[in-house]
DNA sequence: GCATGATCATGC
DNA sequence: GCATGATCATGC
């Protein structure tokens, strides 16, 4: 048998372009390989890698074609609501192996080994279909070394080794970082490792390329990018320094003065987010950025009074009442949510009776908080919903008291309605016991506005 | 004053 | 029409 592993590069987009509108059946087929569909467990990484590229299964720390030095990744993509793509999962890289990889600069790191060449071949996945069945659509060779990013991801790395150097890889958590992250990587939340600088036994991470930067690589080179804006134009900035430099030029000003400098005389509630959008001079949202997406960002305005108070809580997503149930909290779109989602604050607080910009925080819930305090919330929503006792008590106005987690019950969130009106419900898949109500009125998650004022104690 | 239910406003 | 960010209203 041919050893893939010395291919070229040359060898490697040829037979890219090969696979190119065929599935893996198309591709067995043309090469007349039979093989038993019950005797391979592979994913279809693992297939193309042995029957399209020669390559044996392995689990080196070299990249697998590796006389090219390129590592070979196959990944799904998918068409979502408003007929965008989207990527469908994480580009998991090599497993980070805490006791040796903190050692190394990122130039001579086993990350930048393994992964600074990656050809990527992507293939849309369908709810109908099967591993043999999805379509390679397209490739495309990731050379970091020239990568429009490569600043950030290096920054991204660094983060990441930093936690390990200060004794916190058990604190490590994906949305510390922004394009490149450290997902979990095991059978289960029990796989752990030890790390070299603390005596707490870590849970087992690899490398990735989030979801979200994922997206919009697949947006860039398979769908249409268009409209899509970007804020830095010098590759030699981290994003993060970038949108620093733009908060140094206008913290400290006013509302007003912000006002006149834009050019802008509005009374908009949203007003805040208008001012911002400005200063990054986009047209449209600077959540809608490349950098923004990339990195799974989402901006708010939070707006402290005074005395320090932060007046409301922060709302998620509505769920459905009929898919959280099916969920399991490990892999729950509110897990999923908080530990891959970064906020960046802006912060505005009342000083003499007008808005000041006081600068941004940058965050993201510690996986500790989402295991403990979120996850119990979780619970009992889920389990308030399957038991059909939503409602506990009508008053003699017809409003409706609940069994859901109050603002009371827990440090971090509660569960609250969110919707149009009262009249505007999701399905239930259990009749509420009280009511016999088979839908109800749509609720989601809150970051209780107490969290959130502790959360921004420093801008005091 | 606070917790909780309810709703508004905007943009796609 | 709907999702989402933001805010109001009421009763204890």
């Not at 067995?28 to 994913?43: A, Y």
């Not at 990054?280 to 990195?295: C, D, P, Y």
């Not at 009249?423 to 088979?438: A, Q, R």
């Amino acid at each position: 048998m041919k050893d893939g592993r010395h291919y070229s590069k040359e060898d490697i987009i040829l037979i890219s372009e090969s696979a190119i509108g065929k599935s893996l059946d198309e591709i067995l087929n043309s090469k007349l390989i039979k093989i038993g569909k019950d005797k391979n467990k592979g994913g279809l990484g693992q297939l193309i890698e042995y029957y399209l590229f020669d390559i044996e299964n392995n689990s080196e720390s070299e990249p697998d074609f590796i006389d090219a030095g390129i590592e070979l990744k196959v990944t799904p993509y998918k068409r979502i609501q408003n007929n965008q793509l989207s990527a469908k999962e994480r580009l998991v890289l090599n497993i980070i192996d805490y006791n040796t990889e903190f050692a190394n600069e990122f130039r001579s790191s086993h990350f930048w080994y393994k992964n600074n060449k990656i050809q990527i071949l992507w293939y849309l996945w369908t709810e109908d279909g099967n591993k043999y069945t999805y379509k390679f659509t397209n490739y495309k060779l990731l050379d970091l070394a020239i990568s429009e990013d490569l600043k950030q991801i290096e920054s991204d790395w660094n983060e990441i080794i930093t936690k390990i150097k200060d004794g916190r890889a058990h604190e490590i958590s994906e949305a510390d970082t922004m394009y490149l992250g450290a997902c979990t990587k095991g059978a289960n939340a029990n796989s752990v490792r030890t790390q070299p600088f603390s005596k707490i036994k870590a849970k087992q991470r690899a490398f990735c390329f989030k979801t979200s930067y994922m997206t919009q690589l697949v947006r860039k080179y398979i769908g249409d990018y268009s409209n899509v804006e970007k804020i830095i134009s010098d590759k030699s900035k981290t994003f993060i320094d970038y949108v620093n430099d733009v908060v140094d030029k206008y913290k400290g000003k006013t509302q007003k003065e912000l006002l006149s400098i834009f050019k802008l005389d509005s009374k908009a509630k949203n007003i805040n987010s208008m001012l911002v959008n400005r200063m990054f001079n986009v047209t449209g949202n600077i959540g809608e950025t490349e950098e923004f997406l990339k990195a799974n960002i989402i901006p708010r305005t939070i707006r402290i009074e005074e005395n320090g108070r932060i007046k409301e809580s922060m709302p998620f997503p509505t769920f459905k009442y009929k898919e959280i149930i099916n969920q399991k909290w490990e892999d729950s779109d509110l897990r999923n949510t908080l530990e891959e989602t970064k906020y960046m604050f802006f912060v505005f607080k009342m000083v003499d009776d007008e808005y000041v910009f006081k600068g941004i925080k940058l965050w993201n819930m510690p996986e500790i908080e989402i295991d403990n305090y979120v996850k119990k919330v979780w619970m009992k929503t889920v389990d308030v919903i399957k038991k059909g006792s939503i409602v506990k008590s009508i008053d003699s106005n017809g409003v409706r008291t609940t069994n859901f987690p109050g603002m009371s019950e827990n440090l971090i969130c509660h569960v609250r309605p969110h919707a149009a009106n009262a009249e505007d419900t999701y399905e239930l898949p259990v009749k509420d016991k009280h009511t016999g109500l088979n839908e109800y009125t749509k609720h989601c998650f809150w970051i209780n506005n107490k969290y959130l004022e502790k959360l921004f104690s420093e801008f005091l």
